[in-house]
């Protein structure tokens, strides 16, 4: 008890000493600065330089540059990779990926980008270059593209037009047709398919039953999109598909979209969805050993292959006001297109 009363009282002393210290001790004394003359360092046997050193001003330019180039290759794993490598030196790592996904979104009416392409199949793309005033290097629009299958004759190309009206901006094949069709011919955006259409073993029963339909196999919660405008028949659990949609288009074709982790929250029977609208979510539930989207196409009841059933002939013509000035970009482009050297699947 003695030494609890002692102890405030140290303290208090201890204070009162600091304060008084504090109080006691002399002030600075002010001292006047006087500004440092330049030092110079001579050498001896050389005489002073005979000349006077200005500051130099930088200023940032506010201009953006802007060029075009041709970007050429041939597939050999995956579009991504090749455009991957074909960029190198002429764009930076994270636009040459963001092109291969705005390749993809070009053709995604003629082309699966996920199933449609093979080893050795051939692109070029004429492409405008940005380059910021801070240095940052972006593709600033695709200009023009061509697509060179092997199971395909022609080859598929793409023509950029910004309408003179200030209409939407749109790419139209070398005849002049909108290369914007009525269904889009997938309903995950450039993924990689675990299976196609037709007989396989199935991984759960280990025998061989008619698949009819393709699985894109996707990461969990990638957004399943409606390939066609259309209107919802059926949402809910149906046996080995888990989640389940059905979508009846204009045409009367069903389009069917299976084991969804879940809907979008607006999802129920007659309501009218667009193209490319999100309707539901990648999952694994009914008789999935893994992450992916069954997708089906079923016309009269019957399943039909996709690849087949989605083909199109493409899209609305160009309007005749504006033919002339697009025929003139079209000669430009198919011309620049064409200058490149393509190299061979081996080079």
Sequence with gaps: MRQARIRPVSYAIVATLGLVAIWLTPALEK?????MQPVVVTEPGLEPADFLLS???????????VDTLSIVGVIHSSLYNALNESGVGVLPAEARHKLAWSLADI???KVDMSRDLAQGDKFHILVERLQKPNGAII??????ARLALSN???????IHFDPPGGGS?????ASGMSLRAAFLRAPVAFRRISSIFGMRKHPLFGEWRNHTGTDYAAPMGTPVRAIGDGVVIFVGRNGGYGNMIDIRHRNGMVSRYGHMRNFAPEMRPGLHVAMGSTIGFVGMTG????????????????????????????????????????QKMRNQTLASLSEAHVPNATE
């Design 287 to 326: 008789w999935a050993t893994g992450p992916h989207l069954h997708f089906e196409i079923r016309v009269g009841g019957v399943a039909h292959d996709p690849k087949l059933a989605l083909q199109s002939k493409g899209g609305e013509p160009i309007p005749a006001s504006e033919r002339a000035l697009f």
């Design 169 to 173: 901006t749109q790419y139209y094949d």
């Design 31 to 35: 001292k006047q600065v006087f500004p």
């Design 55 to 65: 500051p130099l001003v930088v200023t940032a330019s506010k201009t953006e540059l």
């Design 152 to 158: 395909s004759h022609n080859p598929l190309e793409a």
């Design 107 to 109: 053709f995604e009416y």
């Design 139 to 144: 593709v600033n629009k695709i200009l023009g």
